[in-house]
């Protein structure tokens, strides 16, 4: 009998620095989840890519902000090829402007998506790695939820906040033998920084020592190694991966 790969949820992981993280864990030997939210098209590209590279995957769509969704969908999720070994809670929006014009409309999808959607998935994914007393929770959050950034208000508050909530949920679950560590990545390239002008990426450019932007690849490779058992000793850290930008 062939033995079952261990199980990772990648929540976003149709597009940029999800996609590449679902990619790198399938070749670590996972069996990858690939989680959408209305991109399906993109998503199935994913999988496929990862099906015809001999790697093993499938299509996961649900919203993170919608509990309801997120309970049912990780819960038959780990009962089909559970228990999750790992989640990564990849899954981003960012709804930019100054705060005084910022509407409530705006600070409440960014919160809800951002903040939310990964306390969401990290308390129903926590129950089955719980029960199987092993497991590795990875929240990317962003160098701005340390550094903050103007326009980023909503933003920054979230990534903050996962920072918070992932520390102690590290403590809630480090004697059940399951680490959570926040990823903060610094300006990568994908859709979300595709939109800023060429004035707008000098000006990021000049604030990062390396001297260049980073790549999917890079947040998915300390992901890989979180995911990992050379990590078992790592858990409620934030990992700022952002070529110096903050240190
Ligand atoms: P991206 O290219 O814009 O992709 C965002 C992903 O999130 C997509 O897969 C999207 O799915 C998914 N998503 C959005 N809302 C969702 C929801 N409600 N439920 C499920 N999935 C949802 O973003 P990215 O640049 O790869 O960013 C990925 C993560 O890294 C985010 O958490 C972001 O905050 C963080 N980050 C990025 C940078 C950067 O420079 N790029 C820097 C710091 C931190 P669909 O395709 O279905 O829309």
Redesign the pocket.
Known sequence: MTERKPLALV????????AAISKRLATDGFHVAV?????EE??RAVVDGIIAAGGSAELCGF???DSAQVEARIGALAKERGPLAVLVN?????VDGLLIRMKDEDLRKTLS??LE?AIFCTREAAKSMMRARTGSIIQ?G??VGESGNAGQAAYAAAKSGLIGFSKAVAKELASRQVRVNVVA????Q????GTLNDAQKQAILSTIPVGYLGE?EDIAAIVSFLASASSRYITGQVIGVNGGMYM
């Open positions: 929540t976003g992981g149709s597009r940029g620095i999800g989680n959408f939210s209305s991109n993109k998503a919203s993170v902000a990849n899954a981003g929006i960012t998506v951002d959607g990317i962003s160098v990545p610094g300006f990568i994908t859709d979300m920084t999917p």
